[in-house]
């Protein structure tokens, strides 16, 4: 059986990181950097380091969980793709429920966690819930091992033809240097248009700060045109990935493209220092057109590239008449 402590007693930060590296999946490895944590409890959550040993006091894994509250003095215990093992998944995830109950809520009624494939929940039982899905479950990756002229080549010809057209009016990329308070304009700008909520600018704020080391960067590219800035992304850098995290972009001078520049000039950054894969962080998992990811689906696929699907949400039931009472409560308010 594999037992569990609380990390913060004996981990350190290169450990983890460098565990995370090499065991976390492709896409959203960035979710169990140990500077992550600190980013969500300088937001508020209660954040909290997990090691997983095996039997041997082998280290076998790590996790960041979430505790989220959901009413009556209850709550869940959540991990985003995760947790994050080398061997022995079911047993990690069993026994990092157990452990976090007494240690760390003993009102907790269910573990969420979020596994890396289809082979990490063979077992699920009658404990083991799918639920919707936190993070994305479907998301479009691009291999930086290509050579440029075969990632232009695996690109639909529109997006091409759209890369050239921003080069031929004039459209420069910064890298690394964006300004934040534009992005923030331009990201309220864009979810006027697009009717979305964004974050506030104190949530990118705490992202760039916190996630500022040698191993992960948080970072603002922007795309200008004579002066103006008219495109601009959020984009974190870790575990030999370049992740789109969000993107804005001005209503006006639409027609010179400049988010396919901007995306462009980001990968050939991303390549240039040796980093393997672009992720563009979610995609539609159907081609359905109506769904509301459907336009952006497309724009990402534009850009070539793999997609790679997880098998989404489960939910490790621990108490199940609460957890029964839990779905039936939020059942009701989605009818209201």
Same mark, same amino acid.
């Given at each position: 059986m594999s037992n569990l402590i609380l990390p913060d007693f004996t981990a350190n930060k290169t450990e983890w990181n460098e565990f995370i590296k090499k065991h976390a999946p492709r896409s959203g490895a960035f979710l169990h950097s140990w500077e992550w944590a600190d980013f969500r409890t300088s937001e508020g959550f209660d954040a909290v380091r997990f090691v997983i040993y095996d039997k041997n006091n082998e280290t076998i894994g790590f996790a960041i969980c979430e505790r989220r509250k959901i009413g009556l003095g209850l709550s869940y215990l959540y991990c985003p793709k995760g947790p994050i093992v080398s061997k022995d998944y079911e047993n990690s995830v069993r026994e990092l429920a157990k452990f976090a109950m007494p240690?760390? %809520?003993?009102?907790?009624?269910? =573990? $969420? =966690?979020?596994?890396?494939?289809? &082979? &990490?929940?063979?077992?699920?039982?009658?404990?083991?819930?799918? *639920?919707?899905?936190?993070?994305?479950? !479907? #998301?479009? /990756?691009?291999?930086?091992?290509?050579?440029?002229?075969?990632?232009?080549?695996?690109?639909?010809?529109?997006?091409?033809? &759209?890369?050239?057209?921003?080069?031929?009016?004039?459209?420069?990329?910064?890298?690394?240097?964006?300004?934040?308070? @534009?992005?923030?304009?331009? @990201?309220?700008? #864009?979810? &006027? $248009?697009?009717? =979305?909520?964004?974050?506030?600018?104190?949530?990118?704020?705490?992202?760039?700060?916190?996630?500022?080391?040698?191993?992960?960067?948080?970072?603002? !590219?922007?795309?200008?045109?004579?002066?103006?800035?008219? !495109?601009?992304? =959020?984009?974190?850098?870790?575990?030999?990935?370049? *992740?789109?995290?969000?993107?804005?972009?001005?209503?006006?001078?639409?027609?010179? /493209? !400049?988010?396919?520049? @901007?995306?462009?000039?980001?990968?050939? %950054?991303?390549?240039?220092?040796?980093?393997?894969?672009? %992720?563009?962080?979610?995609?539609?998992?159907?081609?359905?057109?109506?769904h509301p990811w459907a336009g952006i689906t497309r724009f990402k696929k534009g850009f070539g590239g793999e997609v790679v699907r997880y098998p989404g949400a489960f939910d490790l039931v621990l108490n199940k008449k609460m957890y029964q009472l839990y779905r039936i409560a939020r059942a009701v308010r989605r009818t209201v």
């Open positions: 240690a760390f %809520d003993p009102k907790i009624i269910f =573990f $969420r =966690f979020e596994p890396h494939s289809e &082979n &990490n929940i063979s077992w699920q039982g009658k404990d083991i819930r799918k *639920t919707s899905h936190i993070q994305p479950s !479907a #998301t479009l /990756m691009v291999d930086l091992n290509k050579s440029e002229e075969d990632l232009l080549g695996e690109m639909h010809q529109k997006t091409r033809y &759209n890369i050239k057209v921003a080069s031929k009016h004039g459209v420069s990329v910064k890298i690394k240097s964006g300004d934040l308070s @534009l992005f923030i304009k331009l @990201l309220k700008e #864009t979810a &006027n $248009r697009d009717a =979305f909520r964004a974050h506030s600018i104190s949530h990118y704020e705490k992202l760039l700060s916190s996630l500022n080391s040698s191993d992960i960067r948080a970072f603002v !590219a922007e795309a200008s045109v004579s002066g103006k800035v008219i !495109a601009s992304n =959020f984009m974190i850098d870790y575990a030999g990935v370049r *992740t789109y995290l969000h993107g804005a972009s001005s209503s006006s001078n639409r027609n010179l /493209m !400049a988010p396919y520049l @901007l995306h462009w000039e980001l990968m050939r %950054d991303a390549k240039s220092i040796g980093l393997r894969w672009y %992720d563009f962080w979610g995609i539609a998992e159907t081609d359905d057109p109506l």
